[in-house]
């Protein structure tokens, strides 16, 4: 009877416990949900026609945007960001693109002022400004200026330097717990090195050495003792020596382990070493990229809790394992990588051998396996390989599934899936806890209340950001109307009004190419504020530096055929087409189909706007009042009766508030007039009315705006462009013209059908040598795939 009343009373005591247990772990499930539907995740890769460029040449470039989780084209936003930085992340070019179903293409001329070097470009969207500047796509190019006289060994006169890291597994080094110590040393140019290390204590005595296995990359087992102080010292293959500090050793915490046990089963040991009333209970959230989320908790028995993981549950690609303890503080963290099983097999017919000016056809095929034909999206650049070409852009299979989920220059990421190993997944497995990174800030997930986002996602047009200041002391201008207009046809106009922080912002749609806007607040009321325009462009950047650039001086003339090839093709070739496209001259404004119309040619002009608006314009009343003039609507919905305040009078699709410029305007400018007879809704404001003069070319007619209004330029996404390259057809093959192209060819969107087949076609340029072929792309399901063929260019027989 005794020993049942103690287990009652054990029971009881232990219900509300594992309540309590069920109930965190319903939390984190729920928290964790909420956040990955808030916080989508894009993932771009970025196709560039080469890896080295001449200035005076240009950057072709196809994006594929995608989703994080799945590698699904993501139509979510709708304007990508590229730009190119220099070593000190300062911006030497920049442009805006527009995407389409998750797909976008664009160039962008490199500056004859820039200096010759290695340079970074990298891809982002509006919405990828929210997350660390780590997500966005990167990758190095070099350029050369050969007008400007380089150190071209510049590199090999600087101090020898080298990065060295160590990363404990899971985070932390803890006294009495032997752990896996990884690490990595590379150079100046950002590769690894060889060296051989030593672990030394505060006696300077020897406790490991190590050396790295690949890459600068390695590991090694170590159990710290007695709360030491320890540092480590390497040699170089030059027999220099160079001392780093080494992770400091915790008195308490805890230890990770993760390793497969089994080939189905990743096992997970989490050995803890806290005060005798420490946490009892630690849990564990596994994930893939914020999708194939599993979710355990564990007691602490005898110091240590295992949690085992199913690798057929687990994502493919890169999975974050995280441990909590019982506040949900991570106390552990460390990546793990499933190698993902399919890949797009692109394959590539193309002869061996041409002449110049030549027809080349070339054959496409891609599949998942060798009877799987696919449907796919690819990019193809043809470019000369002429000997001073740079490391080529690594392809887009092993970016998305290993590079863009790392943190840090991956050097060779091709090797880890060239074959499936235990060397190579050893590799990889010390590459995981080298270049792993905290994508989450678990603060955010599990904080009390939901994520927000500074950055809207652009889903339907630029967001044009800016700040309404008070003139006199800076400070923000609160509720207060913004207009936004452009000279375009049709006529556009956008509105907002400030918030707390004075900050408003214009969705344009179909904004391409350099304009100039006005930025104005309602100048009959409001005359005292000032706007500051936001740099679209993000400002953070990522910790991937941009490697020396080095010049090898026998490659000169090569360098000198080059310039003069691209001054030809400059001189002699168009660079870019842009698509014209046909513009009505009477589209429809932004207020849609106008109550009146009036073309003032079909009558006989006055010589003043006055009589014209009094003798024609039958829906709109001219009013003076106190030498003033107004205007007044006529309302089509209840007849006979008008408005008492003025409509929104535009000029060019440019809003005025003064009555009386619009009277003293030269109405032989003015082509038509069109009028809204009726309450207008736009935004956050009420209209009573709108009439809209339009002049012959839609540029004010002379017009002098307010010398309140902000008026300056502004680049909308670029217009699309085509790649231009001569057709040697008929007789055109012995055309006198020089046509010394290097990029003979450059398709962003080629599309493989059901049978995924394609065909690709070009002609050869006067330059002979042998030209590579880079081919990228990516399946609707998100597999992805490329192929690298080459041919040979030779001198046509006359």
């Not at 990588?337 to 061996?352: C, H, N």
Request: glycine share 8%; with cysteine.
């Amino acid at each position: 009877m005794k020993i049942r009343t103690l287990i009652y009373g054990l029971l009881t005591l232990a219900a509300p416990a594992c309540a309590q247990d069920d109930a965190m772990m319903a939390s984190m499930q729920q928290r964790f949900g909420l956040y990955t539907e808030r916080a989508v995740q894009e993932k771009m890769y970025v196709h560039i026609d080469r890896p080295f460029y001449l200035v005076g040449e240009t950057i072709w470039f196809k994006a594929y945007n995608l989703n994080g989780a799945t590698h699904r084209f993501l139509d979510l936003s709708k304007v990508g960001y590229l730009e190119v930085l220099d070593s000190e992340n300062n911006a030497v070019l920049q442009t805006k693109f527009s995407m389409v179903d998750g797909r976008g293409n664009g160039s962008a001329l490199v500056p004859s002022t820039l200096v010759s070097g290695k340079y970074k470009v990298r891809c982002y969207t509006s919405w990828m400004k929210n997350f660390s500047a780590d997500s966005y796509f990167e990758t190095n190019i070099s350029i050369l200026n050969p007008f400007v006289r380089f150190d071209p060994d510049k590199a090999s006169k600087e101090e020898t330097r080298y990065d060295v890291q160590f990363f404990p597994e899971g985070g932390h080094l803890v006294n009495g717990i032997e752990s896996k110590v990884a690490f990595r040393a590379v150079g100046v140019d950002g590769k690894g090195i060889k060296f051989k290390g030593a672990l030394l204590n505060q006696q300077n005595e020897t406790v490991r050495e190590f050396e790295p296995e690949m890459n600068g990359i390695g590991y090694f087992s170590f159990k710290p003792e007695g709360n030491a102080v320890y540092k480590a010292a390497i040699t170089d293959g030059k027999g220099k020596r160079f001392e780093y500090e080494f992770p400091k050793v915790e008195p308490q915490g805890f230890v990770m382990e993760v390793k497969d046990s089994t080939a189905a089963l990743v096992k997970v040991t989490v050995t803890a070493k806290v005060d005798a009333d420490g946490p009892g209970n630690v849990y564990m959230l596994t994930h893939t990229r914020q999708a194939n989320a599993f979710f355990g908790k564990k007691a602490i028995g005898g110091g240590k809790a295992v949690f085992v993981l199913e690798k057929a549950k687990m994502g493919e690609g890169v999975s974050q394992i995280t441990i909590f303890n019982e506040k949900l503080k991570p106390v552990c963290e460390r990546l793990y990588f499933k190698r993902p099983e399919k890949q797009l097999t692109i394959d590539a017919q193309v002869g061996k051998s041409f002449t110049t000016r030549e027809k080349v056809s070339m054959n496409v095929t891609a599949g998942l396996g060798q009877a799987l034909p696919a449907w796919s999206s690819l990019s193809v650049a043809v470019y000369l390989d002429d000997s001073i070409q740079y490391q080529p852009q690594q392809d887009i299979h092993s970016y998305l599934w290993l590079t863009a989920d790392l943190k840090g220059n991956i050097e060779n990421p091709g090797y880890y899936f060239s074959s499936a190993n235990k060397d190579t997944d050893r590799q990889l497995d010390n590459l995981m806890l080298t270049h792993g990174w905290r994508r989450l800030k678990w603060d955010k997930v599990f904080g009390g209340q939901l994520v927000s986002f500074e950055h809207l996602p652009e889903y339907d047009g630029h967001f044009i950001h800016a700040r309404l200041l008070n003139k006199a002391d800076g400070t923000p201008a609160k509720n207060k109307d913004a207009f936004l207009g452009t000279l375009d046809v049709p006529a556009r106009l956008y509105v907002d009004r400030s918030d707390e922080n004075g900050r408003v912002k214009f969705e344009v749609r179909q904004f391409t190419g350099p304009k100039e806007i006005t930025l104005q607040t309602d100048l009959a009321n409001d005359t005292t504020y000032r706007f500051e325009v936001a740099n679209p462009f993000s400002k953070q950047f990522s910790t991937n530096g941009v490697p020396n650039f080095y010049f090898d001086k026998a490659l000169e003339n090569q360098l000198l055929t080059r310039s003069i090839n691209m001054q030809t093709a400059n001189a002699f070739l168009p660079r870019v087409y842009a698509e014209k496209k046909a513009v009505l001259t009477d589209s429809l404004p932004f207020f849609g189909m106008p109550d009146e119309k009036y073309f003032l040619d079909d009558f006989t002009r006055f010589p003043t706007m006055e009589e014209v608006l009094r003798e024609y314009v039958k829906g709109v009343l001219v009013r003076r009042r106190q030498k003033e003039f107004h205007l007044r609507m006529i309302d089509k919905l209840v007849p006979n009766t008008y408005y008492t305040t003025d409509p929104l009078m535009l000029l060019d699709g440019i809003p005025v508030f003064d009555a009386d410029k619009i009277i003293e305007m030269d109405p032989l400018k003015i082509k038509k007039i069109e009028l809204l007879s009726s309450r207008y809704f736009l935004g956050p404001m009420t209209f009573t009315g709108i009439v809209s003069f339009s002049t012959y070319r839609g540029d004010l007619g002379g017009f002098e705006l307010d010398p309140k209004v902000l008026v300056m330029p502004y680049e909308g996404v670029q217009a699309q462009r085509e790649f231009y390259a001569p057709r040697y057809d008929n007789n055109n093959a012995n055309s006198r013209i020089a046509d010394f192209r290097n990029l003979l060819h450059w398709a962003p969107n080629v599309t493989t059908g059901k049978d995924g087949k394609a065909t690709v076609e070009f002609y050869t340029s006067d330059q002979t040598g042998r030209y590579q072929v880079v081919i990228q792309g990516i399946t609707p399901e998100g597999t992805a795939g490329s192929q690298t063929v080459s041919f040979d260019v030779k001198k046509r027989s006359l």
